[in-house]
């Protein structure tokens, strides 16, 4: 692994302006949509963005894929700062990094057949001559993700779910690229099927050397995939740390709450937990977020400071950053108010 | 069998003579048409719902969960469905036996559902109050005077802050849970003795999921009732239900209190769906067990057990004969010829 | 794949391939023809109908090989007969062979009109609908003007402009329609834009100029297609509208709208034939058109989801006898 990683994104900033009225048309205000996100992601690694709707990690992850124009910030890939990359030169970076899609009927051409879906890449990145090779490679990426070769001719009204998620997949492996990112990729899959899908992801990861930026709403599924995780809320990042850190010692209250929230499969462990009752009300509205720290609102240890002054990422330990004075080193708060980490 | 449906007080008490089951579901069957095509949604059901019981109904999509809990309601647009078989009886008395009329005293009043999707389950064109007050007017459940008074305390029972205001908001001016949570307001209105959640949190995030779920646990234990709560996610059901029924093609395989069912799982699907499950206190990038092949096509089943063609533990029989769901101890019952030990 | 031989190795793969509907056939064409059939039998009549129209026009020359200008003077207002079967016209022109050779010219002139109609229509459709932004407030506001204007007006001051002539009455009528019908093509781009594989194709680096005819065009094929079959009808009414009034193809050229208001008109009493063959003819054409056009749009369009029309009270039957059974149920 090189000093480098291979992506790097600072401060990155998107907002969305909302249309004013007719006499007024810049009064709209705008979406923050993402507001000042800092991480990096190094070469075969997985990074996990998770958070609930609003958190602006969709938003992030279309960001880096220079899918939506950028408002502030930085972002570099392999050292080279492809914020304001357009038109031309931001082909050869499409080939570079690719997208695995939420939705598995939606992201397939319904009327392209899967050998076109797959091989769009190749043709459009002029990766392959001759219809010989390129048939061949199409069918070796097909295996790659468990498809039978004789499935090429199909269209994708012909397969499950899980299929065309693995085709999806397949098409995104075609060019090659360095990063890939995943949006929620399992989330409208069932159970059962997810669990295949998340093991060939695991699996590709693991002979291709392929760097994921994981996308997801659900921590259980993160867990099993991940490295290292980032917890973001409205904008912000709140929480960063290696997978088995922030899973037995989450020290921002949002992600103790999180956690807390999710259910365990398994009656017995659940008897032992508490659901966090501190945890109430919704998240608010990325129009009109709160002053100072975004989480104050619903945070029980939320005090005067925290109102009005937003929390910057600080390092507690190594690789382990929290947004929250709670941990600042110069905070009034006194040690024992750091809650207890969940069993 | 018919009983008069006695006059009875807000609080629907019970019919006096009855045995525990609130609920008891036999050999249902739904089927939907189309064309030459029939879809066996619902194939032989039956279970039982004690007296303030949570039932949670597990399984994926096409498991036909969603249409059992329809059924017992008969919210089946027919065509082109139909229910085919079966018989639901409700304290007694069976649900599909009984006339539209019949059916709608019952709807709303003494069972109430809930459904995923908030935005469109409530009218957007008409205030809380005029939703809350419907259910109320319908089963002429409460006096006109007292229906403000009662709006308000339901919105309370749900924790809607500042009810006051939010009465007369429509619809869209609320977020996802607190829509959610009038939904429930709604499904409460009459004390109904029975509450059918289908898939209630789905749609919500995480943190919201967890505040409707509890709000729901303690609304039931505070009001006596029974919950089906119909689900895909096993982590939930861990949490809050009493029984559980996992479903399959149509059918429920395995039954069992959830101590039963977690612990000691004894049909292969069951094993598979847990075994598949991610969960936060797995050890670090965890190794999933998936359960191989495709969910199954209802139009088209294979003879037999319909899990055989993904079950690693089929032998000829489970290929030829369908088995019956049957008790390997006591309450706890599988459909399955196989002994799967543990 | 990884090499172990466990479980989850293989689990990974899907071992079957997908249950293929037997609706999909090896030939998708034979498949819906016979859906037609069984669902919109009065498409299928109306298709028949094209493509006798169709089949007329192009073996015109076998069938009527006298064309249709044979003047007989001698033969002149004869009624239908077994020598002339639709009688024959002022200058004993056999009317028949008028009309076979007026299907002629009805079918090119009306799918080369409808043709270069629906090409405009989808190149602005297509353009104004994906590109959006200013692009296509402009093009909507120049196709907003040209809907204002009734067609007859400026069919008359584009014929009288380009004078009279087949090829006149092509273009004209192809950019009448062609500018119109781009609204439609234009709303269906704008539902498909939003899907997520146009998304997946931007990101993956592909052109525009793929985008658009790769993956825009295939995906709104259909009501093109449909559009088509519309636009058709409605351009042989309008050419023999044209030529009813005398701005469209001049005579001796036998189109039907002539033939109807110029002879059929003059000699109404004397020879009704003259009027009646034309119109009738017409009027079966267009009808066919009509009926297969909208069953071609009835059974291209998605299906509604959740096709139940029924009301929400299941209805119950039972295949055995409904016993009368004690209250609470039987143990299980």
């Known amino acids: 692994m090189s000093d480098t990683p291979l992506l790097e994104v600072r401060n990155l900033k998107v907002h969305f302006k909302l249309p004013g009225t007719l006499l007024r048309p810049k009064s709209g205000g705008s979406v923050k949509a993402v507001d000042g996100v800092s991480f990096h992601l190094n070469r075969g690694e997985t990074l996990g963005l998770v958070g609930e709707s609003g958190c602006g990690k969709s938003t992030t992850g279309m960001a880096v894929l220079r899918m939506t124009p950028v408002s502030g910030g930085e972002i570099h890939l392999e050292g080279e700062d492809i914020t304001h990359l357009n038109g031309r030169a931001l082909r050869p970076l499409r080939r570079r990094m690719q997208m695995i899609y939420q939705d598995p009927f939606g992201a397939l051409d319904p009327r392209m057949r899967v050998l076109d879906i797959i091989g769009e890449p190749l043709k459009v990145h002029k990766l392959v001559t001759g219809r010989k090779a390129y048939h061949q490679e199409v069918l070796r990426l097909m295996d790659l993700v468990g498809l039978l070769p004789d499935m090429c001719e199909r269209y994708p009204h012909e397969f499950s779910g899980g299929q065309r998620q693995r085709i999806g997949i397949a098409r995104a492996l075609a060019a090659q690229p360095d990063v890939i990112i995943c949006d929620e990729p399992v989330s409208a899959l069932d159970v059962s099927i997810q669990a295949q899908i998340i093991n060939l992801l695991k699996d590709l990861q693991e002979e291709l050397g392929l760097t994921y930026l994981f996308v997801a709403h659900d921590l259980a599924v993160v867990r099993h995939i991940c490295d290292r995780v980032m917890v973001m809320y409205l904008g912000h990042v ?29 009656p017995r462990a659940e008897s032992r937990r508490e659901v966090d009752p501190s945890i109430e009300g919704e998240v608010p509205s990325p129009v009109n977020p709160p002053s100072g720290c975004p989480f104050h609102p619903r945070c029980k240890h939320a005090t005067d400071v925290c109102k009005q002054v937003a ?21 009034e708060a006194e040690p024992s108010t750091r809650v207890a980490s969940m069993a | 069998m018919s009983e008069a449906i006695a006059n009875q007080p807000l609080g629907n008490a019970s019919a006096p003579g009855t045995t525990s089951s609130l609920l008891q579901v036999d050999s249902l069957r739904t089927v939907f048409r189309q064309g030459r095509r029939e879809v066996k949604a619902v194939d032989g059901v039956s279970f039982s719902v004690a007296r303030g019981e949570t ?29 085919i078989d079966g018989d639901v009886f409700f304290d007694g008395r ?35 109050r005029q939703q809350l ?46 829509r959610q949570r009038v939904m429930i ?18 749609a919500l995030d995480v943190t919201v999921q967890a505040q409707i779920l509890e709000l729901l646990k303690d609304l039931t234990r505070q009001h006596g009732s029974s919950m089906i709560l119909i689900t895909h996610d096993l982590g939930v059901v861990a949490r809050y239900a009493d029984r559980i029924n996992v479903m399959y093609a149509g059918r429920v395989v395995e039954s069992g209190t959830a101590l039963e069912i977690f612990e000691q799982p004894r049909h292969p699907y069951t094993l598979g769906l847990i075994n598949s499950m991610p969960r936060l206190d797995a050890s670090e990038k965890a190794r999933l067990i998936p359960i191989e092949g495709q969910p199954p096509d209802l139009g088209n089943l294979p003879p037999g057990c319909p899990f055989s063609p993904r079950c690693p533990f089929a032998v000829d029989q489970c290929r030829r004969e369908d088995p019956p769901l049957e008790p390997y101890q006591g309450q706890h019952l599988k459909a399955c010829w196989v002994n799967v030990d543990e | 794949m990884t090499t172990e031989t466990t479980p989850a190795a293989v ?61 007989n003077p001698i033969d002149r207002l004869k009624p239908p007969s077994a020598e002339y079967w639709l009688g024959t016209d002022q200058l004993g022109r056999d009317l028949f062979a008028r009309i076979v050779h007026g299907a002629q010219l009805s079918v090119i002139v009306a799918f080369a009109a409808t043709t270069l109609s629906i090409v405009i229509s989808a190149v602005i459709g297509i353009t104004s609908g994906y590109f959006g932004g200013r692009f296509d407030m402009a093009s909507q506001r120049v196709v907003d003007g040209w809907m204002c204007f009734p067609d007859l007006i400026i069919l008359i001051v584009a014929v009288s402009v380009l004078g009279p002539g087949t090829w006149q009455v092509i273009l004209i009528l192809g950019l009448l329609f062609g500018i119109s019908g781009s609204r439609i093509v234009r709303s269906s781009v704008l539902s498909v834009k939003q899907n997520i594989y146009i998304h997946a194709a931007q990101s993956m680096g592909a052109s525009t100029l793929r985008i658009l005819v790769m993956h825009i065009l295939p995906n709104v094929m259909a009501p093109i297609i449909v559009l088509f079959t519309t636009r058709l009808a409605a351009v042989i009414l309008a050419e023999s509208g044209l ?16 033939m109807l208001s110029l002879d059929g008109r003059s000699y109404m009493f004397q020879a009704p034939w003259l009027a009646i063959v034309p119109g009738v003819a017409l009027t079966i054409a267009v009808f066919g058109i009509n009926m297969f056009g909208d069953a071609l749009r009835d059974m291209l369009d998605p299906r509604m989801k959740g096709a139940g029309s029924g009301r929400y009270v299941a209805a119950v039957r039972r295949d055995r006898p409904s016993s009368m059974r004690p209250a609470g149920g039987k143990a299980q």
């Open chain 1, 238 to 266: 709140v929480e960063v740390a290696d997978s088995e850190t922030l899973y037995t010692n989450p020290q921002h209250p949002y992600t103790q709450a999180l956690l807390s929230a999710i259910p365990i499969p398994d």
């Open chain 1, 311 to 331: 929390p910057t990422l600080q390092d507690t330990e190594d690789g382990h950053g929290v947004s929250c004075h709670l941990y600042e080193p110069q905070s």
């Open chain 2, 55 to 83: 039932l949670a109904i597990v399984g994926e999509s096409g498991s036909g969960k969603s249409v059992t809990a329809m059924s017992l309601l008969r919210l089946i647009p027919s065509p082109p469905g139909e229910i």
């Open chain 2, 94 to 128: 069976n649900l599909l036996d009984m006339t539209e009329d019949e059916l709608r005293d019952i709807r709303g009043n003494e069972i109430a559902m809930i459904f995923q999707e908030p935005m469109t389950s409530l009218n957007p064109v008409l205030t809380v």
């Open chain 2, 133 to 178: 007050a419907e259910p109320m007017r319908v089963h002429h459940k409460v006096k006109e005077e007292d229906i403000e008074a009662r709006c308000l305390d339901l919105l309370r029972q749900v924790r809607i802050p500042d009810p006051e205001t939010r009465l007369d908001a429509y619809p869209h001016q609320f977020s996802g849970g607190m």
């Open chain 2, 185 to 202: 307001a709604m499904a409460l209105a009459c004390e109904p003795r029975l509450l059918i959640a289908d898939e209630p949190t789905t």
């Open chain 3, 11 to 71: 689990t990974t793969r899907a071992t079957t391939t997908p249950p293929l509907r037997e609706r999909l056939g090896d030939n998708k064409v034979l498949g819906f023809i016979g859906r037609l059939i069984k669902q919109r039998p009065m498409g299928a009549f109306g298709a028949a109908i094209c493509i006798l129209l169709l089949l007329t026009g192009i073996f015109a020359d076998v069938i009527a090989p006298e064309g249709y200008n044979h003047i």
């Open chain 3, 243 to 258: 030529s009813f009034l005398g701005l469209g193809i001049p005579p001796p050229a036998p189109s039907w709208g002539g």
